[in-house]
């Protein structure tokens, strides 16, 4: 099993930079591709990046190519999604989870983290 807990959200100006955090508990952690996705209130939860269990494929979303770049290091259980050039659009919270299969598609992953709210201001 994996728990994963999100930090780094915050309140950024338009144009700003923010780097989110994903620390994974337990030591299978490179047996996973991770993922990053958003929920904006009223909106379904949507794929943002995803990065492959040894870190050599990465995906994003059209709206963020070019603007958030997705790591990990397995040896620190922890993967980032570094943001530049935030759009009001952008805010959302942002969710890590983790699954076997590398995919974009959230009901496939099986584990979690709780959420960091990231807030854009125009």
């Known amino acids: 099993q994996v728990q994963l807990v999100e930090s780094g959200g915050g309140l950024v100006q338009a144009g700003g930079s923010l780097r989110l955090s994903c620390a994974a508990s337990?030591?299978?952690?490179?047996?996973?591709?991770m993922g990053w996705f958003r929920q904006a209130p009223g909106k379904e939860r949507e794929f943002v990046a995803a990065i492959a269990r040894s870190g050599d494929h990465t995906y994003y979303t059209d709206s963020v190519k070019g603007r958030f770049t997705i790591s990990r290091d397995n040896a620190k259980n922890t993967v980032w999604l570094q943001m530049n050039s935030l759009k009001p659009e952008d805010t959302a919270v942002y969710y890590c989870?983790?699954?076997?299969?590398?995919?974009?598609?959230?009901?496939?992953?099986?584990?979690w983290g709780q959420g960091t709210q990231v807030t854009v201001s125009s």
């Open positions: 337990g030591r299978t952690f490179s047996s996973y591709a």
């Open positions: 989870a983790a699954d076997r299969v590398l995919t974009r598609f959230p009901k496939e992953y099986d584990y």
